[in-house]
């Protein structure tokens, strides 16, 4: 059974920073594209950062400068560094990816920007 499970996220001051992980189970990520999307209070679920197997990265532009995306292979692991953060990041961050055809996704993390 393929599981992604999202974890790193909370509550962070505007400017601040956050570290969310998706690790997976039941199948290996290393020859497969990563990505991290996210959805906020009333809108649309949204493309964040993606990963290909060879390291080549994708950026929404609305934060490309701010988040980092990042794999570990061995540890069937995917990072999303999050620096400078806003209001406006608020949201449930989701991992997901694609096998044989099948979406798969986590079940997602909260990060809320907020003094």
């Known amino acids: 059974q393929v599981q992604l499970v999202e974890s790193g996220g909370g509550l962070v001051q505007p400017g601040g920073s956050l570290r969310l992980s998706c690790a997976a189970s039941?199948?290996?990520?290393?020859?497969?594209?990563m990505y991290w999307y996210r959805q906020a209070p009333g809108k649309e679920r949204e493309s964040v950062a993606a990963?290909?197997?060879?390291?080549?990265?994708y950026y929404a532009d609305s934060v490309k400068g701010r988040f980092t995306i990042s794999r570990d292979n061995a540890k069937n692991t995917v990072y999303l560094q999050m620096n400078s953060l806003k209001p406006e990041d608020t949201a449930v961050y989701y991992c997901?990816?694609?096998?044989?055809?099948?979406?798969?996704w986590g079940k997602g993390t909260l990060v809320t920007v907020s003094t």
């Open positions: 997901h990816t694609a096998a044989n055809s099948v979406d798969y």
């Open positions: 039941g199948m290996i990520i290393s020859g497969k594209i």
């Open positions: 990963i290909t197997a060879t390291g080549y990265t």
